[in-house]
């Protein structure tokens, strides 16, 4: 079994806040923190990069040990495990307490599993034909005449905070242990699934943002060339659009991570 790794931060003096990780006995994730506001409010004394390394290896640990649960009940428990480790000194009910999505791959001899939650990527060669994991809900937000209007102005990042776990809005991984049943799951036979990639949105803009390709040319270039071709390549367009004008987008750089699995 092949097996490929790189999580990098999007600017070299800030730390990482995405986490990626691989495990030999059969579980792979990808955690993309997401960013406090500008304002730096979260109701919290801990940072994102603190709550990625406390949920990922909890996730982790579960996924590869606890074989007769679902992904879903094994992200529940990571979450509330997190929760109790500093609900005694920040409000977890904050909007903006730490969070982060989801992609999660577990595997046996039988059967290839997946979680995916929030707008990180899971790309699957089933039988050479690649196939995304999406979880389609934030772009649907995103995607509505009124947000379309007001991109990325202070406006726009009111309106998505609004809907951040919230019903008809979008879901990710905080503080409440309930919200691992919204996320996108499924499995399919081992024998069907050839590779895997998963990403945080930072990678994937390697499609979604400077559109190099479709789902498909992206996973073969993860296949084909490697993980640090497509951050590379991705990191080349960030420097060159330093102001955003050419490719609109959150931020100027991103956290990238990508996992690469061949069975």
């Known amino acids: 079994m092949r097996t490929e790794l790189l999580s990098v931060p999007g600017e ?3 730390a990482n806040e995405d986490f990626a990780a691989v495990s030999p006995r059969g579980a792979a994730l990808v955690l993309d923190g997401v960013t406090p506001p500008p304002d730096g409010q979260t109701g919290c004394i801990h940072t994102v990069t ?4 406390k949920l990922g290896p909890a996730l982790l640990g579960r996924a590869e040990q606890r074989r007769d649960q679902s992904l879903a009940d094994c992200l529940a428990e990571a979450i509330a495990q997190t929760a109790a480790q500093h609900e005694g000194t920040c409000d ?3 909007r903006r307490t730490p969070q982060s ?4 791959v577990r595997w046996d001899d039988d059967r290839v599993e997946w979680l995916v939650l929030s707008d990180s990527v899971l790309l699957l060669d089933v039988n050479g034909t690649v196939t995304p994991i999406l979880d389609t809900r934030l772009d649907e937000v995103t995607g509505r005449p009124e947000l379309r209007a007001i991109r990325y102005t202070p406006a726009y ?3 998505l905070e609004s809907m951040r776990n919230a019903d008809d809005g979008f879901y990710t ?7 691992a049943k919204r996320a996108v799951t499924g499995h399919l036979p081992r024998a069907e699934v050839r590779a895997a990639a998963a990403m945080s949105d930072g990678a994937s803009r390697w499609t979604e943002v400077f559109g190099f390709g479709d789902w498909t040319e992206l996973f073969k270039q993860v296949r084909d060339n490697g993980v640090q071709r497509v951050v590379d390549e991705v990191r080349e367009a960030e420097i060159a659009d330093p102001e955003r004008t050419a490719f609109p987008r959150g931020k100027s750089r991103d956290d990238a991570s ?6």
């Open 92 to 94: 977890l009910g904050h």
């Open 173 to 179: 991984a905080a503080a409440d242990p309930e919200v």
């Open 12 to 14: 070299p003096d800030r």
């Open 258 to 263: 990508v996992v690469f699995l061949q069975f």
């Open 157 to 159: 990042f009111d309106a």
């Open 50 to 53: 603190w709550f990625v390394q």
């Open 101 to 104: 999505t989801v992609v999660a």
